[in-house]
């Protein structure tokens, strides 16, 4: 029973950072029906900068570990939304017009081209992140859990309350509600379009960082090649739920996160020893697999009939 | 310019000599290119242009699913993986199997067309990035699967890969040796070059011919739009799923040459990153037209191994090695895709039906297509 | 429309054939008293640290040679190291290769992985050019009957039974774990070190695994821990070998931790920082530290490209017996020095090297290392060969 709940709280801690990268997937699409690969890379920078500054200020500042934490953090968020702006700017906007597989190259190439630069700025090395969270465990029903997990999944839920607020209680929401609807009728609406997608891909930025500095901090070193796969699950996570789905992409990271954690725990057993944790991702996909051939946009996606 | 150029050729060729001329000027360099290769730059290069012309054949393959069909496929790969292995299986050690390149290579390209089936059939539902992201965990599925099947039973070999596996035999001629003929040395990357061209016309040709078929045409009815398509009596099941068999195949031949090629074949050859790189070489070339694609295929094989000289190019120019040339040679190949992306949205060469599009000057049908291609749908 | 097309063909094909051409300025032929070898390791990429580092032992090994002076048949030659990235891809490896042959070099060090090394082998060995790797480990690369393979590092098998045995004999511990990172060398090592944990008596408790771009291994951790092992044995690299150990002791479990040369480096310390403390690693080779010229050696390289990461001593060896072996030989041609390079008896910073039939080292030695406070602390060093 203990070795289920571990894996349960497992499964939620890596899926509430899922969610948040899902998150930035879910938004571009809703809006541009653009998948952007290179999301994975703008997690990554959120690392690498809160890393960088976190290293900066322990070695020349006498401030409280904590309230650094707090800049680096902030730094990591703001640089990230900058990043998200420019991406868009410079790769994505000038295609606005142009084949849909166009822009899926311009995101590889600018995946590609941020981990190169952040390769040339922090080296090859791979950057284990200060111990300045003093690391608390609990047990809870037999299972482990840190202080570190309890922050990761409060703050994910804190996250996702706020953007839900914002996406339904606020201007800006609407606002982006509409444009996702629909661009044209918007900017007669007198929304302007360009203002909003910059708007949500800063906000996508913004939940990156967050999510990178999870991940640096909780499972390990940051590294320039470290955003591609997360940014791949995340996608998968992204579609699983229900692609331009804001409710798709929060449950749709939980549950790859579950369904990592317990496949990888539990496929030996389901198969009688004959798949092991090796076949975990495959489990993932498989799962993936079935539910799209069954609920073809996804978990949360709407049911539309064909060309409505 | 190259308009230009263009209409100055559109003018040449009227003249039926020019034509000629031009396809034979064209063969004696295809013939020749190892050879002038190999003296100027060296036989690793001829190495490389025996890879571009593998790439050549997927990116044809893939082609036929992404550019005619119009379906996204990001597992592309897994299918020359197919073809790969099972070439590997017959041919090595392994099991102690020995069969010919004759009887393995339609068997690849039949098990990679089956493969393409399994693929398709419970997919043909989903559109667009649904699409995607399912092709993409196939490809991954079957990498896993083969870096593991070599417990409880020994398969693939798992992550050590498979070694010693025979070299491409034809006719008695071994493609593993160096031939002596009127006093040339042919080496065995040219003797590949040869045979790697000749699938690689074969592929061209069946292509060609299936662009204008009555396949063909379904294949963009149904990319164009999918419920017309039916309605004009097409079994868009069946049609696609002919797409994916057949896109497939070509990625199993090509697969199985490589295995005959490298001797050596293990699961790392296959990531999905190679998958990425197939399609940026078709939408990068020009998607749905056979030059571009291949164009595209040349470019992204060749352009990498281009940047190696990077750092020569740093010593003449600077007088010494600023920048260690191995950590840039990515950077400048992303910021290529991305700046002729930017400056060419539908590829270097586009189809001339795509291009019409774009020269028409009618946003209308541009956005039509631009809705078309894969279906969206809230 | 397909003669426009064919026309547009033919206009590329030109314009490639003159950057083919205008490339050709590049190559440059090689002087008679220069000896040319070729380093071919990742450059690029996740593992490009590991392979900067046998570039550099090479390197290293060439410059201290130039200054030394070395006499081939009588005449002074310059050695010249010409680098290579394979980007630890089978295919690229291939092509490099075959690069180096066109520049014409004696002699090869590399390449870093074995997935790399295997088919470039065949490429050298078409060539009758010698290749000794620095640290492929798989036994697949030296068993394919080629004479021109060879290794200065153990291989799996030797390593994974000192290892196997260590873990049940010496530490008493009779349920293992073992995890890999299914990477030809991960997957290859703990394969052996299973079989030898059988052999010693000891049992298997839970075997799991995971990727080498992977992240999060708190699943199969708990799985291990539902399975009561005693100690965990890893067979990978460091940048999932550290944060492994850190989240094994976040999930409260308590078991050894195994591990080989793959964390055996200086970055397993920085990343595993004080939950690393009591891992076990073994090393291939005698300690440096006790080695003859190894102390300098160690100096020598700290100085000039910072701290060793792990293969460097072996890359600088093997340029050495490479070296070597030419001067026995009187020449410097790969036909003339190949079976001088079969009879080596060279005293090594890793230790004695000198082949078997197949190209693997005779003499194996493992050294067993344990992380005391962010140091790696020499424990003992154990024989690998056959009984």
């Given at each position: 029973m203990d070795i289920f709940v571990q894996q349960l709280i497992n499964g939620l801690v890596l899926g509430s950072i899922y969610a948040l990268i899902a998150l930035g997937y879910t938004m571009v699409y809703g809006?541009?029906?653009?998948?952007?690969?290179?999301?994975?890379?703008?997690?990554m920078?959120?690392?690498?900068?809160?890393?960088?500054?976190?290293?900066?200020?322990?070695?020349h500042s006498g401030l409280p570990p904590l309230l650094i934490l707090g800049i680096g953090l902030v730094g990591a968020i703001g640089f990230c939304m900058v990043l998200g702006y420019a991406l868009e700017r410079i790769a994505y906007r000038p295609l606005r017009h142009a084949p849909r597989l166009a822009p899926l190259i311009t995101a590889i190439g600018m995946s590609i081209v941020l981990q190169n630069v952040a390769m040339l700025i922090w080296g090859k090395k791979f950057l284990s992140f200060p111990d300045i969270i003093p690391i608390q465990r609990f047990t809870i029903a037999g299972a482990n859990i840190t202080n570190l997990q309890i922050v990761i999944i409060l703050l994910a839920i804190l996250i996702m309350i706020c953007l839900w607020l914002l996406i339904h209680r606020t201007r800006l929401g609407r606002a982006m509600r509409a444009t996702a609807q629909s661009p044209e009728l918007a900017s007669l609406m007198g929304?302007?379009?360009?203002?909003?997608?910059?708007?949500?891909?800063?906000?996508?930025?913004?939940?990156?960082?967050v999510a990178g500095v999870m991940v640096n901090a909780y499972y390990g070193p940051a590294h320039y090649t470290m955003g591609f796969m997360l940014g791949l699950k995340a996608f998968t996570a992204a579609v699983l739920g229900g692609i331009g789905n804001i409710t798709?992409?929060?449950?749709?990271?939980?549950?790859?996160?579950?369904?990592?954690s317990f496949g990888?725990?539990?496929?030996?057993?389901?198969?009688?020893?004959?798949?092991?944790?090796?076949?975990?991702?495959?489990?993932a996909f498989f799962v993936l697999i079935l539910i799209l051939v069954f609920r073809p946009s996804g978990l949360f996606g709407e049911r539309v009939g064909e060309r409505a | 310019m190259i308009a230009k150029l263009q209409s100055k050729w559109q003018h040449a060729k009227?003249?039926?000599?020019v034509v000629y001329a031009t396809w034979i000027v064209l063969a004696l360099l295809l013939l020749l290119l190892p050879f002038v290769t190999g003296m100027t730059l060296g036989r690793g290069w001829v190495r490389i242009i025996d890879f571009a012309l593998l790439y050549i054949m997927l990116a044809l393959g893939l082609n036929i699913v992404v550019g005619y069909a119009g379906l996204l496929d990001l597992g592309y790969i897994a299918f020359y993986a197919v073809g790969a292995y099972l070439y590997a299986l017959l041919a090595s050690p392994q099991f102690g199997l020995h069969w010919p390149v004759w009887a393995i290579l339609p068997l690849g390209a039949l098990t990679a067309g089956l493969f393409g089936v399994l693929l398709g059939a419970p997919t043909l539902k989903l559109r667009g990035d649904y699409l995607a992201i399912v092709t993409l965990g196939f490809g991954e599925i079957v990498r896993i699967f083969l870096t593991n099947l070599n417990a409880p039973y020994n398969i693939t070999n798992g992550p050590q890969g498979i070694s010693r596996i025979d070299p491409i035999v034809i006719a008695g001629v071994d493609l593993h040796r160096t031939y002596h003929l009127f006093g040339l040395s042919i080496p065995s990357t040219y003797l590949y070059y040869y045979l790697f061209l000749s699938f690689c016309l074969a592929i061209i040709f069946v292509c060609v011919r299936l662009q204008d078929s009555r396949i063909g045409r379904a294949w963009v009815a149904i990319r164009e739009d999918e419920i017309a398509a039916s309605a004009m009596g097409i079994n868009t099941r069946n049609i696609k799923l002919l797409a994916f068999a057949m896109g497939a195949s070509f990625g199993g031949i090509s697969g199985g040459l490589f295995a005959g090629f490298q001797g050596f074949i293990s699961p790392e050859s296959f990531t999905l990153f190679e998958s990425i790189i197939v399609v940026c070489m078709i939408v990068l070339g020009g998607m749905g037209n056979i030059t571009g694609v291949i164009l595209g295929a040349i470019l992204l094989t060749v352009f990498p191994e281009a940047l190696r000289y990077l750092g020569e190019l740093q010593r003449l120019v600077f007088g010494q090695i600023l920048v260690d040339p191995n950590d840039l040679r990515l950077l400048i190949f992303g910021l290529a895709l991305v700046l002729i992306m930017i400056f060419r949205p539908s590829g270097l060469l586009p189809s001339v039906r795509r291009e019409r599009e774009f020269a028409a000057d009618n946003s209308s049908v541009l956005e039509q297509e631009q809705e078309s291609l894969y279906d969206q749908q809230r | 429309m397909k003669a426009v097309a064919l026309g547009r063909g033919t206009q590329i094909f030109g314009l490639i054939t003159v950057v083919l051409l205008a490339l050709n300025g590049c190559q440059q032929k090689s002087a008679s008293n220069v000896v040319r070898i070729g380093s071919v390791a990742p450059l690029t990429g996740a593992q490009s640290h590991y392979g900067k580092d046998n570039d550099n032992g090479a390197r290293l090994a060439v410059d201290e040679l130039n200054a030394k002076g070395v006499i081939i048949g009588g005449k002074k030659v310059t050695i010249e190291l010409i680098s290579e990235d394979d980007q630890a891809d089978p295919r690229t490896a291939t092509i490099v290769a075959q690069k180096l042959i066109d520049k014409q070099v004696k002699g090869v060090i590399g390449h870093l992985n074995s997935g790399t090394s295997i088919p470039a082998s065949k490429i050298y060995h078409d060539a009758g050019i010698?290749?000794?790797?620095?640290?492929?480990?798989?036994?697949a690369y030296t068993a394919q009957g080629f004479n021109s393979t060879f290794r200065v590092m153990t291989n799996d098998r030797q390593q994974g039974k000192v290892l196997g045995e260590y873990a049940v004999k010496k530490l008493g511990n009779k349920a293992v774990a073992i995890i890999d990172d299914r990477t030809a060398y991960g997957q290859g090592l703990a394969d052996e070190v299973a079989k030898a944990v059988e052999a010693a008596g000891g049992k298997i408790a839970s075997r799991q695994y995971t990727t080498d771009s992977a992240t999060d291994f708190t699943a199969i951790l708990t799985a291990i821990k539902g399975a009561n092992a005693d100690v965990v044995f890893y067979g990978g690299m460091d940048p999932q070998g550290a944060p492994l150990v850190k989240q094994m002791r976040n999930l409260g479990l308590h078991a050894n931790y195994l591990g080989a040369d793959g964390i055996k480096t200086l970055e397993y310390l920085t990343l595993a920082g004080k939950d690393g403390d009591a891992t076990i690693a073994s090393m291939p080779g005698l300690p440096l530290e006790k080695m003859p010229g190894g102390k300098?050696?160690?100096?020598?390289?700290?100085a000039k490209y910072g701290p060793i990461q792990v293969y460097a001593p072996y890359a600088y060896d093997a340029v050495n017996v490479l070296i070597d072996a030419m001067v026995r030989a009187g020449s410097s041609d790969p036909a003339k020095y190949l079976p001088e390079l079969h009879k080596t008896q060279f005293k090594g910073v890793t230790g004695d090297i000198s082949f078997d039939d197949n190209g693997d080292v005779k003499a194996v030695a493992i050294t067993l290392y344990k992380d005391v406070n962010g140091q790696w602390e020499l424990l003992e060093t154990l024989s690998g060969n056959a009984p």
């Amino acid at each position: 029973m203990d070795i289920f709940v571990q894996q349960l709280i497992n499964g939620l801690v890596l899926g509430s950072i899922y969610a948040l990268i899902a998150l930035g997937y879910t938004m571009v699409y809703g809006i541009l029906e653009l998948i952007n690969f290179a999301h994975g890379e703008v997690t990554m920078f959120g690392a690498m900068i809160c890393l960088a500054i976190l290293n900066a200020l322990l070695l020349h500042s006498g401030l409280p570990p904590l309230l650094i934490l707090g800049i680096g953090l902030v730094g990591a968020i703001g640089f990230c939304m900058v990043l998200g702006y420019a991406l868009e700017r410079i790769a994505y906007r000038p295609l606005r017009h142009a084949p849909r597989l166009a822009p899926l190259i311009t995101a590889i190439g600018m995946s590609i081209v941020l981990q190169n630069v952040a390769m040339l700025i922090w080296g090859k090395k791979f950057l284990s992140f200060p111990d300045i969270i003093p690391i608390q465990r609990f047990t809870i029903a037999g299972a482990n859990i840190t202080n570190l997990q309890i922050v990761i999944i409060l703050l994910a839920i804190l996250i996702m309350i706020c953007l839900w607020l914002l996406i339904h209680r606020t201007r800006l929401g609407r606002a982006m509600r509409a444009t996702a609807q629909s661009p044209e009728l918007a900017s007669l609406m007198g929304i302007n379009p360009n203002t909003i997608i910059s708007a949500t891909f800063m906000i996508g930025g913004a939940l990156g960082a967050v999510a990178g500095v999870m991940v640096n901090a909780y499972y390990g070193p940051a590294h320039y090649t470290m955003g591609f796969m997360l940014g791949l699950k995340a996608f998968t996570a992204a579609v699983l739920g229900g692609i331009g789905n804001i409710t798709g992409a929060m449950f749709g990271g939980l549950l790859l996160g579950l369904i990592e954690s317990f496949g990888a725990g539990y496929i030996g057993q389901l198969t009688g020893g004959f798949m092991g944790s090796n076949y975990q991702h495959v489990f993932a996909f498989f799962v993936l697999i079935l539910i799209l051939v069954f609920r073809p946009s996804g978990l949360f996606g709407e049911r539309v009939g064909e060309r409505a | 310019m190259i308009a230009k150029l263009q209409s100055k050729w559109q003018h040449a060729k009227q003249d039926r000599r020019v034509v000629y001329a031009t396809w034979i000027v064209l063969a004696l360099l295809l013939l020749l290119l190892p050879f002038v290769t190999g003296m100027t730059l060296g036989r690793g290069w001829v190495r490389i242009i025996d890879f571009a012309l593998l790439y050549i054949m997927l990116a044809l393959g893939l082609n036929i699913v992404v550019g005619y069909a119009g379906l996204l496929d990001l597992g592309y790969i897994a299918f020359y993986a197919v073809g790969a292995y099972l070439y590997a299986l017959l041919a090595s050690p392994q099991f102690g199997l020995h069969w010919p390149v004759w009887a393995i290579l339609p068997l690849g390209a039949l098990t990679a067309g089956l493969f393409g089936v399994l693929l398709g059939a419970p997919t043909l539902k989903l559109r667009g990035d649904y699409l995607a992201i399912v092709t993409l965990g196939f490809g991954e599925i079957v990498r896993i699967f083969l870096t593991n099947l070599n417990a409880p039973y020994n398969i693939t070999n798992g992550p050590q890969g498979i070694s010693r596996i025979d070299p491409i035999v034809i006719a008695g001629v071994d493609l593993h040796r160096t031939y002596h003929l009127f006093g040339l040395s042919i080496p065995s990357t040219y003797l590949y070059y040869y045979l790697f061209l000749s699938f690689c016309l074969a592929i061209i040709f069946v292509c060609v011919r299936l662009q204008d078929s009555r396949i063909g045409r379904a294949w963009v009815a149904i990319r164009e739009d999918e419920i017309a398509a039916s309605a004009m009596g097409i079994n868009t099941r069946n049609i696609k799923l002919l797409a994916f068999a057949m896109g497939a195949s070509f990625g199993g031949i090509s697969g199985g040459l490589f295995a005959g090629f490298q001797g050596f074949i293990s699961p790392e050859s296959f990531t999905l990153f190679e998958s990425i790189i197939v399609v940026c070489m078709i939408v990068l070339g020009g998607m749905g037209n056979i030059t571009g694609v291949i164009l595209g295929a040349i470019l992204l094989t060749v352009f990498p191994e281009a940047l190696r000289y990077l750092g020569e190019l740093q010593r003449l120019v600077f007088g010494q090695i600023l920048v260690d040339p191995n950590d840039l040679r990515l950077l400048i190949f992303g910021l290529a895709l991305v700046l002729i992306m930017i400056f060419r949205p539908s590829g270097l060469l586009p189809s001339v039906r795509r291009e019409r599009e774009f020269a028409a000057d009618n946003s209308s049908v541009l956005e039509q297509e631009q809705e078309s291609l894969y279906d969206q749908q809230r | 429309m397909k003669a426009v097309a064919l026309g547009r063909g033919t206009q590329i094909f030109g314009l490639i054939t003159v950057v083919l051409l205008a490339l050709n300025g590049c190559q440059q032929k090689s002087a008679s008293n220069v000896v040319r070898i070729g380093s071919v390791a990742p450059l690029t990429g996740a593992q490009s640290h590991y392979g900067k580092d046998n570039d550099n032992g090479a390197r290293l090994a060439v410059d201290e040679l130039n200054a030394k002076g070395v006499i081939i048949g009588g005449k002074k030659v310059t050695i010249e190291l010409i680098s290579e990235d394979d980007q630890a891809d089978p295919r690229t490896a291939t092509i490099v290769a075959q690069k180096l042959i066109d520049k014409q070099v004696k002699g090869v060090i590399g390449h870093l992985n074995s997935g790399t090394s295997i088919p470039a082998s065949k490429i050298y060995h078409d060539a009758g050019i010698p290749q000794i790797s620095p640290s492929a480990t798989a036994i697949a690369y030296t068993a394919q009957g080629f004479n021109s393979t060879f290794r200065v590092m153990t291989n799996d098998r030797q390593q994974g039974k000192v290892l196997g045995e260590y873990a049940v004999k010496k530490l008493g511990n009779k349920a293992v774990a073992i995890i890999d990172d299914r990477t030809a060398y991960g997957q290859g090592l703990a394969d052996e070190v299973a079989k030898a944990v059988e052999a010693a008596g000891g049992k298997i408790a839970s075997r799991q695994y995971t990727t080498d771009s992977a992240t999060d291994f708190t699943a199969i951790l708990t799985a291990i821990k539902g399975a009561n092992a005693d100690v965990v044995f890893y067979g990978g690299m460091d940048p999932q070998g550290a944060p492994l150990v850190k989240q094994m002791r976040n999930l409260g479990l308590h078991a050894n931790y195994l591990g080989a040369d793959g964390i055996k480096t200086l970055e397993y310390l920085t990343l595993a920082g004080k939950d690393g403390d009591a891992t076990i690693a073994s090393m291939p080779g005698l300690p440096l530290e006790k080695m003859p010229g190894g102390k300098e050696f160690n100096a020598k390289f700290t100085a000039k490209y910072g701290p060793i990461q792990v293969y460097a001593p072996y890359a600088y060896d093997a340029v050495n017996v490479l070296i070597d072996a030419m001067v026995r030989a009187g020449s410097s041609d790969p036909a003339k020095y190949l079976p001088e390079l079969h009879k080596t008896q060279f005293k090594g910073v890793t230790g004695d090297i000198s082949f078997d039939d197949n190209g693997d080292v005779k003499a194996v030695a493992i050294t067993l290392y344990k992380d005391v406070n962010g140091q790696w602390e020499l424990l003992e060093t154990l024989s690998g060969n056959a009984p």
